[in-house]
């Protein structure tokens, strides 16, 4: 059964950190890329950062490039979002998801195998 399970998010002050975590089963990851979205309350879901798990290039949105990094751990095989200097826009909900590619990785519709979400909430 293909799985993808979100962890990590937290409530943390403005400035702070996180490492969002997303652990894959069911599937091999070396096949697909995977992707990183937000949902702000009242917004679309949007693509902020996408790894090809092929050849292992990174792509970010202009608003969290320097800020955040997406990385892989092969063994266990779980994807992360390294976030930094966080601030109160960043406050979402933030999911994972898998496609063929990151082409166009900011289209929500290109990807599938959703995870549950975690919540990111940048607050003092």
């Known amino acids: 059964q293909v799985q993808l399970v979100e962890s990590g998010g937290g409530l943390v002050q403005p400035g702070g950190s996180l490492r969002l975590s997303c652990t894959a089963s069911?599937?091999?990851?070396?096949?697909?890329?995977i992707g990183w979205f937000r949902q702000a309350p009242g917004k679309e879901r949007e693509g902020v950062s996408c790894?090809?798990?092929?050849?292992?290039?990174?792509y970010y949105i202009n608003s969290i490039r320097g800020r955040f990094t997406i990385s892989r751990d092969n063994a266990k095989n779980t994807i992360y979002l390294q976030m930094d200097s966080l601030n109160a826009e960043d406050t979402a909900v933030y999911y994972c998801a898998r496609a063929w590619g990151c082409a166009d990785f900011s289209l929500p519709h290109n990807f599938g195998s959703w995870g549950q979400g975690t919540q990111v909430t940048v607050s003092s």
């Open positions: 069911g599937f091999t990851l070396d096949y697909y890329a």
């Open positions: 790894i090809s798990l092929s050849d292992g290039s990174t």
